[in-house]
Every structure is written in C-alpha cells, then in structure tokens.
C-alpha cells in the first residue's frame, strides 16, 4: 500500500512540475509543445481517475505528436508506445513515469 501512496505521489510531483514548466514559457505556447501536452494531461486525469480510459489514445497521440517533431527526442515517441500497450492501470503509471521526466527535461531545456 505504501509503495502505491508514494508512486501515486511521484506521479502528482511529476505532473505539477510539467503543468509548472508549461505556465511558465511564453503566454503563446507553441504548437508542438501543445500537440503533446493535451494528450499527456488527459492520460494524466484517467490516470489519477484509476482508469485507463482514453490512455491508449492519448499516448498514441502523444508518441505520434513528438515523433512528427525534432524538439522531442526519439525516446519521448518510444515512451508514449510503452504507455499505449499498458495493459493495467499499474504498468500504465509505470511507464508514464519516465515519459513524464523526459517531458520535463524537454520543456526545461526549450524555456
């Protein structure tokens, strides 16, 4: 139960982090960084929802978005098809962690 409590946690750090980075550039954000952070927040609330609901899509949408850009790196796109084969919601939080922390450092290295 505790290792839940703190990977749920992880997950919130990592998500107010992004949200953070993403308020924080210019008041226009751009395209491509839109492109992937509408997808990733909506796996994001399945996934605090305990759902898988969309995920697939989203993640598939996301991995398409950052693969059509060379902001992104390749293991941004390799991340997203991780997280689209999830098959529970457990393995699906598993792999959202390391697409979050690599978005992270994408959107702290274009600010």
Do not use: C, W
């Amino acid at each position: 139960m505790l290792n839940k409590i703190l990977a749920f946690a992880s997950l919130i750090i990592l998500f107010a982090t992004v949200t953070a980075l993403v308020r924080a550039t210019d008041s226009g954000v751009s395209v491509p960084i839109q492109s992937v952070m509408t997808p990733y927040l909506q796996i994001h609330d399945a996934l605090a929802k305990d759902s898988l609901d969309g995920v697939t899509a989203a993640a598939t949408a996301l991995g398409k978005a950052a693969q059509s850009d060379k902001m992104f790196p390749g293991e941004l796109g390799q991340e997203a098809q991780t997280l689209a084969q999830a098959k529970d919601i457990s393995s699906a939080r598993a792999a959202f962690k390391p697409l979050s922390e690599t978005l992270i450092n994408v959107l702290g290295d274009s600010h």
